[in-house]
Antibody, heavy 116, light 109 residues
Framework: QVQLQESGPGLVKPSGTLSLTCTVS?????????WGWIRQPPGKGLEWIGSVYHSGATYYKSSLKSRVTISLDTSKNQFSLKVTSVTASDTAVYYC?????????WGRGTLVTVSS | EIVLTQSPGTLSLSPGERATLTCRAS???????LAWYQQKPGQAPRLLFY???TRATGIPDRFSGSGSGTDFSLTISRLEPEDFAVYYCQQYGGSPGHAFGGGTKVEIK
């Protein structure tokens, strides 16, 4: 069974950088899937952020592309998300997912609050 | 970029009733790359369907997905207490990436 677990700071200051890591077990991120990030502001809907292929190729939501980087660490079977220049509107629960187009495996999610 | 519109926003029904949720795309969804998810409070979403009508592992057969092109639907034939939740549709495989609908909340009447 594939399991994903998000980790990282729960509080980030405005204009700072949000950094999260997803640790994958039960599958190898080098095997061939995309691995992605989805977020959900409190009380709102889901927003796809972007995904990274096992080769390292990435694709991002166009409106976030200038601020987002997703990368792999195959030695640790992890992938990461960085969002720069954050504002309050980046406050959300962040989920990491296995991305086969659709997302069949999800982490439990981690709340990141942007506040001074 | 494809925009997905889900309706209704909220569906108030009683256990045992039939629920029909719709998802309309602003343009054709290639190869019916349309997924449905269920989300309960405090939980991550759970995949219900992909390819518009292929049931994910462990999903009961009272759930069915259908549609093609720009119009898709999710039907729950007889609502069980555990089915009251928020449901999202998602388009994938397009450019520049994935898109979610705004969600439909199925609540107990």
């Amino acid at each position: 069974q594939v399991q994903l677990q998000e980790s990282g700071p729960g509080l980030v200051k405005p204009s700072g950088t949000l950094s999260l890591t997803c640790t994958v077990s039960g599958d190898s991120i080098s095997r061939g899937y995309y691995w992605g990030w989805i977020r959900q502001p409190p009380g709102k809907g889901l927003e796809w952020i972007g995904s990274v292929y096992h080769s390292g190729a990435t694709y991002y939501k166009s409106s976030l592309k200038s601020r987002v980087t997703i990368s792999l660490d195959t030695s640790k079977n992890q992938f990461s998300l960085k969002v720069t220049s954050v504002t309050a509107s980046d406050t959300a629960v962040y989920y990491c997912v296995r991305d086969d187009g659709y997302s069949d495996f999800w982490g439990r999610g981690t709340l990141v609050t942007v506040s001074s | 970029e494809i925009v997905l519109t889900q309706s209704p926003g909220t569906l108030s029904l009683s256990p045992g009733e039939r629920a029909t949720l719709t998802c309309r795309a602003s343009q054709n969804v290639n190869s019916n790359y349309l997924a449905w998810y269920q989300q309960k409070p405090g939980q991550a979403p759970r995949l219900l369907f992909y390819g518009a009508s292929t049931r994910a592992t462990g999903i009961p057969d009272r759930f069915s997905g259908s549609g093609s092109g720009t119009d898709f639907s999710l039907t729950i034939s007889r609502l069980e207490p555990e089915d009251f939740a928020v449901y999202y549709c998602q388009q994938y495989g397009g450019s520049p990436g994935h898109a979610f609908g705004g969600g439909t909340k199925v609540e107990i009447k």
